[in-house]
Structures are given as C-alpha cells and as structure tokens.
C-alpha cells in the first residue's frame, strides 16, 4: 500500500538550533516529492518540489533532500518565524490516474 | 494577483443537512482539487475538477460531489451530514497540466462542524 510517513509528529526548537524533518514513502511510481508549509488557520503553501534521488533543493533557511526511499527537510539556524507544521506528499501513478499522497506532518515550534 | 479564496470560513450544521462550499481559484488556474483535513488522518483528497469536468476521484462516499464551471470556480457538497464529516475543507487551484508534478495553491478553507 502506497504510504507517506513523517517524523517527528512535533519538534520543539530553541532559536538558532538546527534539525531535520523525515519523509519516508513506499509508493511506486513515484512522479515528484513535495513540501509544503502550513500555518494555523490557513491552507498549505508550497515549498519545494524534489523529483530523483540525489536532488537539493534550498531556500532561505530550509534545504529539502531526496533518496530513494526518504526526504529530508533541513532548517538551518530557525527563526520563530518558521514555526509552522510541514506537510510532505508524494505523487505517483496508479493506471491512468495520478494521486497524491499526503503524510500527517510534523508540527515544529521555534522558540525565541 | 488574487489567490484562492473559499467561502465561507466557517459553518455549523447539524446532523442530515445537507451544505454547499465554493472556491474560487487563481485566475488562469483551470484545475480545482478538493481536500478534507482532519488532525487524525490528515489531507485526504476527494476530487479534482478541470475544464468542467472530473479529472480524478478519491475514496469518499457518493454524498461529496462537486462541480465546476465555465470560468473555473468550483463547489463542493456534501448531502446527509454525519458527525465525521466535521473538518477543514481546502480547496486548491493549479493550471492543470496532465502530466502533473504542479505546486498546488491552496485557499485558507472552510472550517465545518457538524452538531
């Protein structure tokens, strides 16, 4: 069954303390990693786009990596500012149709 | 350049009503996709809408339907509410190309409760 896994659930930061958040999926035919960003009371916005093994990607504080069977999203030195719950999908094809599929996030704090 | 706006942001109902959700999306955007967001199961697709037509379907039961119009503004609706369809409903917009891999833009959604 294809499946999308994020860990930690929650992670708390103190300023400045840099980390890493997990993806891991089993899908099959992957098409294109995502991540995206969501802030209480609003819909998610979009981050990176990851599609082989291998790939970076960066922005500001935040660099997104991909392996074959996980993703990476480093934060670099956060900033209160970047508390927020990441959101990683992974988009695959099943016959004719594609879907994508969403892990549950991880809810990060950043404290001051 | 407006983004993706849903309304309403919020809605109680009560048990066996029936409610209707519109979305409208970013201008040049033809493709619409609806989500159901609960803290237990996260984002769970329902359906994706382009040109008018259903694109793509998830596993959710016959009472989630939807349509979209001519300039691209969709809606959702769920007939004979259950207690379990409480949850933020988000809609989400991109131009729609059919190999896919598109960002999607997501509207702020319509929180509903169902008493």
């Known amino acids: ?112 | 350049k407006a983004g993706v706006t849903q309304t309403p942001r919020y809605l109680i109902k009560t048990r066996g009503q029936q409610v209707t959700l519109s979305c409208s999306p970013i201008s040049g955007h033809r493709s619409v996709s609806w989500y159901q967001q609960t803290p237990g199961q996260g984002l769970q697709f329902l359906f994706e809408y382009f040109s008018e037509t259903q694109r793509n379907k998830g596993n959710f039961p016959g009472r989630f339907s939807g349509r979209q119009f001519s300039n691209s503004r969709s809606e959702m609706n769920v007939s004979t509410l259950e207690l379990g369809d409480s949850a933020l409903y988000l809609c989400a917009s991109s131009r729609g190309q059919a190999e896919g891999n598109e960002k999607l833009f997501f509207g702020s959604g319509t929180q509903l409760s169902v008493l």
């Open chain 1, 1 to 112: 069954e294809d499946q999308v896994t994020q860990s930690p659930e929650a992670l708390r930061l103190q300023e400045g303390e840099s980390s890493s958040l997990n993806c891991s999926y089993t899908v099959s035919g992957l098409r294109g990693l995502f991540w995206y960003r969501q802030d209480p009371g609003k819909g998610p916005e979009f981050l990176f786009t990851l599609y082989s093994a291998g790939e970076e990607k960066e922005k500001e504080r935040l660099k997104a990596t991909l392996t074959k069977k996980e993703s990476f999203l480093h934060i670099t030195a956060p900033k209160p500012e970047d508390s927020a719950t990441y959101l990683c999908a992974v988009q695959a094809w099943a016959g004719n149709n594609r879907k994508l599929i969403w892990g549950l996030g991880t809810s990060l704090a950043v404290n001051p």
